[in-house]
């Protein structure tokens, strides 16, 4: 009874691998198992896969770089000026930015801020969470206009009082951008400030000229 189980598994193994074989594919002039040739296609479709993200966070992707302008800053009924940076790169694979700002002033002081965004698809918003070292935290809630405005606006309490912050991005073409935010506190015009922005486009290296050659 074994050696006829045996007899009978060999003879499976040897008809499978026959059939292989006959059904080989050639390339090259090379006979290619079908074996084989299944895990290729298996491979070239896995490679074929992309992640495509939401129109909104593909839209945040134009503030990937490093931005540079001049904000005037209404605070206080005090008008100022001040050399203004950012910096946006990618976040979490690509799903949100992280946004960078800084600036230095006399008046004003030293500036330092962090920002992460991303998009909501419960609520079709975009959230952007600000954290910096002159103001309280804040959430802002949004949406596009279009692909080249973001509007964006924060409602809550401050020290008792209601405290409200609308905020306009406005990009035109890929390196050019116009701030522009306004402060209420009670209904009433505390601060508010714009500005144009320019991404910093580094210059292409140049390459020296080569020395003609020597003719003998």
Request: proline share 4%.
């Amino acid at each position: 009874m074994k050696n006829s189980i045996l007899k009978t598994s060999i003879s499976f193994i040897l008809i499978s691998q026959f059939v292989v074989l006959t059904n080989a594919q050639t390339q090259n002039g090379k006979k290619i198992p079908v074996k084989r040739n299944m895990q290729a296609n298996h491979s070239v479709k896995a490679s074929e896969r992309k992640f495509k993200f939401s129109v909104p966070v593909q839209n945040m992707m134009k503030f990937f770089g490093k931005w540079s302008g001049e904000m005037a800053i209404m605070k206080e009924g005090k008008s100022h000026k001040v050399a203004y940076q950012f910096i946006g790169r990618g976040a979490a694979e690509g799903n949100g930015v992280y946004i960078e700002e800084m600036y230095n002033d006399s008046i004003l002081g030293k500036m330092r801020g962090g920002n992460l965004v991303g998009y909501d698809e419960a609520d079709s918003k975009i959230h952007w969470f600000s954290v910096d070292n002159q103001n309280p935290p804040r959430e802002f809630t949004g949406s596009w206009e279009g692909t080249d405005t973001l509007i964006i606006s924060n409602k809550s309490m401050s020290k008792g009082k209601s405290y409200s912050e609308k905020i306009h991005f406005i990009f035109i073409g890929r390196d050019e951008l116009h701030f522009s935010s306004v402060t209420t506190s009670e209904g009433k015009e505390t601060a508010k400030a714009s500005g144009t922005f320019n991404r910093d486009i580094p210059k292409p290296h140049k390459v020296p000229d080569a020395s003609p050659t020597e003719e003998k």
